[in-house]
C-alpha cells in the first residue's frame, strides 16, 4: 500500500545525537516524500520550544508531535491537541525531586523550567552544545502558574522509580527512559500522563487530519518510541535502536549514521531497494548524552544526588 505519511523520532532516528541538524541525504530523501504529496511529521520528546529550525537542516515538517505526544501542533506551531500535566501530578514530581536533589524540569511551550537542580541541568546543557537543548532557572517554581507544562524530565537511579511509584503509584505516570545508561548508573527519564505517548499524539493526529493509523509509518529509536511503533500501520527501528524499540517495530531498518531513515524513504515511496541494517556495529549512539551525564552526576551511599 502508499503509506501517506511518516513520523519520524528526531534524536538518533532523523538526526544522529549531538550533530548539529540531518545528513543531507536524510533531508533530500524528506523533501523528495514531501513533494510527491507525503506528510511528513516530527515526532519528538522534545518541546515545541526546543525544536529549532536550523536543526531540521531546511526540512519543514507539515506537524510535529511534541513532548512524547502530550502536544500535537502544527507547521505553524498552532496547537493540534495537547494533554498536559495536572497540578497533582506536578507537585507529586517536585515533592520528590526535592527530597533526594534530583534534576528536575518541566517542558513548558515557551521553555524548559528546571524546578529542581537547575544549575546541574544547565551544566549538563551546557556539555553538549549542538543537542539545541537547554533550560531556565525555574527554582521559584511558579511558571505553572500561567499554564501547565505537557511533560516533565528527570535524572535519578532507576531504582528510584519503584520508590516514587510507592509514594505516587496511584497518579499512574509515564516514565520513558531516554538516551543510555551513564557510567554512574544513573538514566534520564521523559515523564507525561498516564497512558500518553507518542501514538496517542499519532492518532490525535491522524483523526484530526482524516486519515487512519494504518496510512501511517512511524520510526524511532527509543522506548519513548514504543507506543507510535506499535500504533502505525508499520513501525521501524533504526539498528541503533533499544532492545524494547526494537521488539515493538515491524522491522529494524538502518543506523542513523548511516542515513537509515532516507533508504526506508526511498523504499516504501519510491520503489527502491529494501532499507536494513547493515550489520556493522558502530557502537551507543548516545555517546555525547552518557559522558556528560556521568560527569555532571553522581550518587551518595543513601541515594541522594551530589554534583561533581
Known amino acids: 500500500m502508499q503509506y501517506q505519511l511518516l513520523a519520524s523520532d528526531f534524536d538518533n532516528t532523523l538526526v544522529p545525537f549531538g550533530e548539529p541538524k540531518p545528513r543531507p541525504a536524510v533531508v533530500k530523501a524528506v523533501k523528495k516524500l514531501q513533494a510527491a504529496g507525503g506528510r511528513f511529521v516530527l515526532s519528538t520528546g522534545r518541546g515545541y520550544c526546543v525544536v529549532h529550525k536550523e536543526q531540521l537542516g531546511g526540512i519543514r515538517f507539515d506537524y510535529a508531535i511534541t513532548c512524547n505526544g502530550a502536544c500535537v501542533v502544527d507547521k ?14 506536578m507537585y507529586a514530581l517536585v515533592d520528590f ?24 541541568l544547565k551544566s549538563f546543557y551546557d556539555a553538549m552544545p549542538k543537542s539545541g537543548l537547554t533550560c531556565l532557572d525555574g527554582e521559584d517554581q511558579d511558571r505553572h502558574l500561567i499554564d501547565m507544562p505537557h511533560a516533565a524530565f528527570v535524572v535519578m537511579p532507576p531504582q528510584e522509580l519503584a520508590h516514587f511509584n510507592e509514594k505516587f503509584g496511584h497518579l499512574n ?19 507525561v500522563r498516564g497512558g500518553m505517548d ?59 549514521r548511516e542515513d537509515g531513515l532516507a533508504a526506508l524513504i526511498e523504499e516504501l515511496w519510491f520503489d527502491g531497494p529494501k532499507a536494513g541494517p547493515s550489520g556493522r556495529d558502530l557502537g551507543s549512539a548516545w555517546g555525547a548524552m552518557e559522558k556528560p551525564r556521568s560527569q555532571r552526576f553522581a550518587a551518595d551511599e543513601k541515594g541522594k544526588a551530589v554534583k561533581t
Open 97 to 120: 525531586c526535592e527530597d533526594y536533589n534530583y534534576p528536575l524540569q518541566f517542558n513548558y511551550r515557551d521553555a524548559y523550567y528546571a524546578y529542581c537542580e537547575y544549575d546541574a
Open 173 to 191: 505516570l509515564h516514565f520513558m527512559q531516554v538516551g543510555g545508561v551513564g557510567k554512574d548508573g544513573w538514566c534520564c527519564y521523559d515523564v
Open 198 to 256: 507518542k501514538g496517542v499524539g499519532l492518532a490525535d493526529l491522524c483523526k484530526k487530519i482524516g486519515l487512519t493509523l494504518a496510512d501511517a509509518v512511524a520510526a524511532g529509536d527509543s522506548a519513548n518510541d514504543v507506543g507510535m511503533l506499535k500504533a502505525a500501520g508499520l513501525g521501524c527501528c533504526m539498528s541503533n535502536g533499544t532492545p524494547d524499540a526494537k521488539a515493538a517495530a515491524d522491522r529494524v531498518i538502518g543506523d542513523v
Open 76 to 89: 505553524n506551531g498552532t496547537i493540534v491537541a495537547e494533554h498536559p500535566l495536572t497540578n497533582e501530578e
